[in-house]
């Protein structure tokens, strides 16, 4: 069975602070996927990343892909109020086809 | 273009009875997935089905049950409802390639008394 380890579960910053938000497995994915979730909708999509060590940036988020295609992290530099949320890794690949795999979720408060 | 659409939104069910949750995908679309999503956890994945075949399924019991129809809309089918199955339940659409996107709906909220 595949598992995600997502943390930490909860996360309450000031504006301005950095923050990571790591996401670990003891499996290999194809890909990883970071998800927003808003409270009363489904998640949203912010990156996919593929290769292995590969780092992608989305404005003041930062994701990276672990050389070994087991782990990834989420650096918010500057964190604003309005990026507070559920934020979920999902990993592709698994034996189930076209199943994502979550992890549990880390919910962030960023406080004015 | 609309998105995925789920419906209901919400629904209030008592322990034994049936329940059904509709979905339609994005236009084009030929892949729904369908997803249980417990309060404080990540989503767990129920279904996939393509082309009206299950594609892929997850590790819950023979009480949950989907198809797909010609116009690529979903259901799901939930019998015997337990205290447990009190979730939010989240379909998602793709194109149906293996790494395509899955795009999510809204969900269906349900709850268990």
């Known amino acids: 069975t595949q598992l995600l380890e997502q943390s930490p579960q909860f996360l309450s910053i000031q504006e301005g602070e950095n923050l990571t938000v790591y996401c670990n497995s003891s499996?290999?994915?194809?890909?990883l996927q970071w998800y927003r979730q808003e409270p009363g909708e489904g998640p949203v999509l912010l990156v996919t990343v593929v290769t292995g060590g590969e780092v992608k940036k989305l404005k003041r988020l930062t994701f990276q892909f672990g050389d070994a295609r087991k782990d990834s992290s989420l650096h918010i530099t500057a964190a604003q109020p309005g990026d507070t949320g559920l934020y979920l890794c999902a990993g592709e690949g698994g034996t189930s086809y076209g199943k994502l795999t979550f992890g549990q979720g880390t919910i962030l408060t960023v406080h004015p | 273009d609309a998105g995925v659409t789920q419906s209901p939104t919400h629904l209030i069910k008592t322990r034994g009875q049936h329940v059904t949750l509709r979905c339609s995908p994005i236009?084009?679309?030929?892949?729904v997935s369908w997803y249980q999503q417990v309060l404080g956890q990540g989503p767990q994945f129920i279904f996939q089905y393509y082309e009206k075949e299950e594609r892929g399924r997850g590790n819950f019991p023979d009480r949950f049950s989907a198809r797909q129809f010609p116009n690529y809309s979903s259901e799901l089918n939930v019998n015997a409802l337990l205290l447990g199955d009190s979730a939010l339940y989240l379909c998602?659409?793709?194109?149906?390639?293996?790494?395509?996107?899955?795009?999510f709906g809204p969900g269906t909220r349900l709850t268990v008394l």
């Open positions: 236009s084009g679309h030929k892949s």
């Open positions: 499996s290999v994915f194809s890909s």
């Open positions: 998602a659409s793709s194109g149906g390639g293996y790494t395509d996107t899955q795009y």
